[in-house]
């Protein structure tokens, strides 16, 4: 990476002046053919570990590791040029301390390049959020539903329904602005919350599932092109089923393989007989 690209790219304060203004549009990518496609639309790239049960097809993201997401994010990195990448950080690689958690945050950054990252977490992150960011480390913070708590949570399902819990996620959004991340997801969370942390905060709230109250928005990309379907939330909109259109292509490469259609002569070396009379001739003159 030059030292160019690292200019040109949207930096973290770009991100955070966009409070109250332009919707800030981010898109996850993991590889760098995907993030080359989405780069030039996004203003953010989340590398996030959602790959491992979009991509490695886990159950949950609870086994991704330091080492997935620094192989992903440096790939994400050399596929796009402009947007700013923020890579999660997995489960285990920052629970147990703040300094578990700078070790983890400064190798993904000094290996990738990228400009933050991301972690799960309100009030009991808000002492690690402070820690990382007093050093330098840009934080994005992820409230709602938290993957990563799913043994925990059982599952899903979306927050903030009852008065109780709408308080306790006001208060995470609350602890984790003051901690200093410089924006906040929001996944899976009522309307009504997401819209009063939203006005609360002065940092960009960034929602998935949770209303465009919300300053900005963020999907799974595989998601929004049908290239993951094992299950489809509420709140991802489907803008193509590319994993229909996959399956029909590979029909149609079987096919001609089958009635041997492919390979055909402009595919092939030397098929051609005349070409391949030159061939042996200058062959035997060698
Ligand atoms: O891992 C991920 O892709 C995420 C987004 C869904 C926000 O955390």
């Known amino acids: 990476?030059?030292?160019?690209?690292?200019?040109?790219?949207?930096?973290?304060?770009?991100?955070?002046?966009?409070?109250?203004?332009?919707?800030?549009?981010?898109?996850?990518?993991?590889?760098?053919?995907?993030?080359?496609?989405?780069?030039?639309?996004?203003?953010?790239?989340?590398?996030?570990?959602?790959?491992g049960m979009v991509l490695y097809g886990f159950e949950t993201t609870l086994p991704v590791t330091l080492d997935m997401m620094i192989a992903h994010g440096a790939a994400v990195m050399r596929g796009s040029s402009q947007a700013c990448v923020i890579i999660d950080l997995p489960f285990g690689s920052y629970h147990e301390s703040p300094e578990q958690a700078f070790r983890s945050a400064s190798l993904t950054l000094k290996k990738t390049g990228a400009n933050g990252v991301k972690l799960e977490g309100g009030v009991e992150m808000a002492d690690t959020i402070t820690f990382l960011t007093r050093r330098h480390i840009p934080v994005l913070a992820h409230i709602g539903v938290m993957p990563q708590s799913v043994n925990q949570t059982g599952g899903y399902q979306a927050r903030g329904e009852d008065a109780m819990e709408a308080k306790r996620i006001i208060a995470d959004a609350m602890a984790v602005a003051e901690a200093g991340a410089f924006a906040v997801v929001i996944e899976s969370t009522w309307e009504p919350v997401a819209r009063e942390i939203t006005s609360l905060l002065s940092i960009p709230t960034i929602g998935i599932g949770a209303s465009n109250a919300c300053d900005g928005q963020i999907l799974v990309?595989?998601?929004?092109?049908?290239?993951?379907?094992?299950?489809?939330?509420?709140?991802?909109?489907?803008?193509?089923?590319?994993?229909?259109?996959?399956?029909?292509?590979?029909?149609?490469?079987a096919a001609d393989?089958?009635?041997?259609?492919?390979?055909?002569?402009?595919?092939?070396?030397?098929?051609?007989?005349?070409?391949?009379?030159?061939a042996s001739v200058s062959r035997k003159a060698v």
């Open 1 to 51: 990476m030059s030292a160019l690209s690292r200019i040109s790219r949207i930096s973290v304060p770009d991100i955070q002046a966009r409070k109250g203004s332009e919707p800030v549009v981010c898109l996850t990518a993991y590889t760098a053919p995907t993030a080359k496609q989405v780069d030039p639309h996004t203003d953010l790239i989340l590398v996030g570990d959602s790959l």
């Open 221 to 253: 990309t595989e998601d929004m092109i049908g290239l993951f379907s094992n299950f489809t939330p509420k709140f991802v909109k489907r803008y193509a089923d590319l994993g229909q259109e996959i399956s029909n292509l590979a029909a149609a490469y």
């Open 257 to 278: 393989v089958r009635s041997r259609r492919f390979p055909g002569p402009e595919h092939c070396f030397g098929a051609d007989k005349r070409k391949a009379k030159i």
